[in-house]
DNA sequence: GTGATGCGCAACCAATGGTTGCATTTCTGG
DNA sequence: CCAGAAATGCAACCATTGGTTGCGCATCAC
C-alpha cells in the first residue's frame, strides 16, 4: 500500500530554489531567467537549469518572445502537484490517528 | 511575503527514499536499519545515511538495543512536517485561486 | 569459543545544484 | 546602418549527496 506518488513530480518542487521560483512565477505572473536570477540567490544559469527540470514535468511552460524567454506556471500542472502534497500529508496524518488510537486503546487496557 | 518553510525539514521528506522509509516505519511501527533495507530497494548502508539524516532533523528516535538500533517515527515532528506541506500547498491554491478571478475579471471585462 | 548477525566507517561512483567564462542572438541609440 | 548593451545558451568545472562495495567490530546463539 505504498502512496506511488510521482517521484518525479514531487522531486521537482522539492527542491528549496524551485519552489521559491514557482513562488515568485505566481507572484509576479510570470518571468525570464534574468527576470528570475534578480530576485533569487542564484545565478541565472542556474535558474535556466531550474525552468529546465520544472518544464520537463510541465510545472511551466515557455513563450520565447524576442530575445526573451518568458516562463508562466501551468496552473493545472501545480494543482496536480499540490494534490499529491496533500495525499501524502493525509496519509502520514492518518497513520498517526491510527498510532495515537493504538496505544490509548493499550492504555485503557492497561488501566482497567 | 515568502513562505520561509523550514528547508531542512523539507528536504528530508522531499527524497522518495526517505518517503518510503518513514512509509515502512509508520507501517510497522519502528524498524532496523536491518530491516528496512529488507523491504527497501536499497542496501543497508544506503538507510543507515538516510535515517541520519531523519535523525538529525528530528523525524526519528533511536533506541539501542543489543546489537539492533530500533528507529522509530517522532510524532510530533512529523506532524509539524505534514502541516509545512499544507502550508505550501495552501500558499500555492490561494495564488491560483486569484490567478484565476482575475483571469475571469479580464473575461468579463472583455465580454461587455 | 566459534560462527552468524547487525552495525559503523571509509573509499569510491553518478547525478545534480551551483558557479564562471564565452559565443550568439536580438534590441536600441546615434 | 552600425556599435554596444542586454538576454540567452552552452560548456567546463566544483561540491554535495544518494548510492554502492568492502572491511572491521560488537553481540548474540549454539
Do not use: C, F, N
Request: hydrophobic share 40%; no cysteine; charged share 30%.
Amino acid at each position: 500500500m505504498s502512496v506511488t506518488v510521482d517521484d518525479e513530480l514531487w522531486s521537482a518542487v522539492g527542491d528549496p530554489t524551485r519552489r521559491r521560483m514557482l513562488d515568485v512565477l505566481l507572484a509576479d505572473g510570470g518571468g525570464t531567467p534574468t527576470s528570475l536570477s534578480g530576485q533569487l540567490p542564484v545565478t541565472r544559469q542556474a535558474v535556466t537549469k531550474h525552468l529546465g527540470v520544472l518544464h520537463r514535468v510541465g510545472l511551466v511552460h515557455v513563450t520565447p518572445a524576442g530575445r526573451e524567454r518568458r516562463y508562466e506556471v501551468d496552473e493545472a500542472q501545480l494543482a496536480r502537484a499540490v494534490a499529491q502534497l496533500s495525499a501524502v500529508g493525509a496519509m502520514w496524518d492518518a497513520r498517526l490517528q491510527r498510532i495515537k488510537r493504538i496505544a490509548e486503546a493499550i492504555q485503557r487496557e492497561r488501566e482497567e
